[in-house]
């Protein structure tokens, strides 16, 4: 079977130029997912073009993504990332990975040996918000949780992302080894902090004197990440297909734009990503917070209210006027006055590169994909700069529409009576409320008065409640078109 592995690739493929024999597996990444081979993997694999470094990759997916391992294997570990800009494509394949695991064919054992072998200086992940098993409200560990309710009840066999990371960093201490450093590359506030958090958490309800150990000795990089990357369709797949000269069913397509904003703060050395364009900086937070509430605030606020609008895709939202302007007046009047950002920085630059990336007619990216995990995004993308405007008497009629917009969503009705797949850990609670509400105003105060998602101070303030009950009440009744064009 040809696959990427051959030589049978067309030749506009830019091919790695480097020894991929002298690669370690020095980064074991968790999360083989499409942000991941479009972002740190493409990140590692320009480095290692211009440095002949040794650092390499070992991917793990703990759930799911069986078949997406196996088909790594086949093809020696090498995909292709498909960068589509309005006028051109540019196809790369990556030699960064050097080898894959999954618990379910390898076992966990091989799993957390794997994380202990003393060359592993890094475990990264992209698990998504769900994956550090935090409550929202708080940030730390939930010990409700059902993944971690079985480590805490069996640690030696984890099942949990944070159980590997503690299990794994014990087995080094009693072999006297380096910890590694564990980095986080999910589109989380702050994602360092809450990785860490929740492994002391964890650690400390197992053995206190490992959670100092922990404590003491292990970095958690805070980063901010940035790429557009929707997930793969048998459309990408075929159109992959086509541009490479043979499938590669690992293979991704995104957008030209990509940053990546690290705190340099690692334990046991570290790649040097930047001469690739990473940029090592020493608080990242202004940096997160930025793209946090103006990028993800806004695609949130298109996903919810272009779902409801009809909208497959954030480009066909873009064609609509009335959309792309909402989209950039949430920018620059919502989001952008509660940020603090180092000097020099020009958010009106940054608001029109990102309506021009929303704007990309090549990048498939689904509403509905975006609008997945709402309740834990919408305090991180909405609550901060909400809360900001509360206090400062400013106008956030933006963020009152996108959380309406959002309210409507999880109904799991759309505004022709069709059924919505809503995809979310809290599903089953938003199902109980309009079981008990129906579309009526009054299930906004219900939701509302979930404290993992707007905390305790937010239903108290009657004008806010106002606010989002009259949006919600012009989506239901007008539609989410006119809704947006009211704006």
């Avoid at 993800?296 to 609509?320: C, K, P, V, W």
């Avoid at 505004?415 to 199902?431: C, G, H, S, Y």
């Avoid at 309009?434 to 707007?454: C, D, R, T, W």
Wanted: charged letters at 20%.
């Amino acid at each position: 079977m040809d696959n990427i592995a051959n030589n049978n690739i067309n030749t506009h493929v830019i091919r790695p130029n480097y020894d991929r024999s002298t690669l370690k597996s020095r980064i074991v990444h968790l999360g083989f997912g499409a942000f991941h081979r479009a972002h740190q993997a493409l990140f590692t694999s320009e480095m290692l073009e211009k440095n002949g470094s040794d650092w390499g990759i070992c991917e793990v997916n703990l759930f799911g993504g069986e078949e997406l391992i196996t088909q790594l294997r086949e093809q020696e570990h090498l995909y292709t990332v498909a960068e589509k800009g309005a006028s051109e494509t540019v196809v790369k394949m990556i030699g960064s990975v050097t080898e894959s695991l999954h618990p379910s064919f390898d076992g966990q054992r091989a799993v957390l040996e794997k994380m202990a072998e003393e060359q592993v200086a890094i475990v990264s992940m992209t698990i998504t918000e769900k994956g550090y098993c935090a409550d929202p409200a708080t940030g730390r560990l939930d010990k409700n949780n059902g993944l971690i309710k079985a480590d805490l009840e069996n640690p030696r066999e984890p099942k949990s992302a944070i159980g590997y990371i503690v299990e794994a960093l014990r087995i080094r201490r009693e072999l006297g080894l380096k910890p590694f450093t564990v980095m986080s590359c999910d589109n989380v506030q702050e994602n360092g902090h809450v990785a860490r958090a929740t492994v002391l958490d964890f650690a400390n309800l197992i053995d206190q004197e490992l959670a100092g150990w922990i404590e003491a000795n292990v970095t958690f990089p805070c980063t901010m990440v940035d790429r557009i990357v929707p997930a793969a369709t048998p459309e990408t797949l075929a159109e992959i297909t086509d541009l490479v000269g043979v499938a590669d069913p690992c293979g991704i397509a995104c957008e030209p734009f990509r940053q990546w904003v690290i705190e340099d703060n690692f334990v046991n050395g570290r790649p040097e990503w930047n001469i690739a364009g990473a940029e090592f900086v020493s608080d990242v937070v202004p940096f997160e917070e930025m793209k946090l509430r103006m990028l993800n605030g806004s695609h949130s606020f298109l996903a919810y209210l272009g779902y409801l609008g009809g909208y497959q895709h954030i480009s066909d939202t873009m064609t609509n006027e009335s959309y792309r302007k909402a989209a950039f007046d949430m920018m620059m009047k919502a989001q952008a006055p509660t940020l603090t950002m180092p000097e020099g920085t020009d958010l009106e630059a940054y608001a029109k590169l990102l309506i021009e990336r929303f704007t990309n007619p090549s990048l498939k990216h689904q509403t509905w994909q975006i609008a997945m995990d709402g309740s834990q995004k919408i305090p991180q993308r909405m609550g901060g700069s909400l809360r900001h405007h509360l206090e400062h008497g400013t106008d956030y009629k933006w963020l009152a529409m996108g959380i309406a917009g959002w309210m409507t969503y999880i109904s799991g009705v759309d505004e022709k009576a069709n059924p919505i797949d809503v995809r979310d850990p809290m599903v089953n609670q938003f199902k109980a409320i309009y079981q008990e509400h129906g579309m009526n105003i009054s299930a906004v105060k219900a939701i509302l008065g979930i404290e993992a998602i707007f905390g305790t101070d937010l239903i108290k303030n009657t004008e806010f409640v106002d606010a989002v009950t009259k949006a919600y009440q012009l989506i239901i009744t007008k539609g989410a078109r006119a809704a947006v064009a009211s704006l």
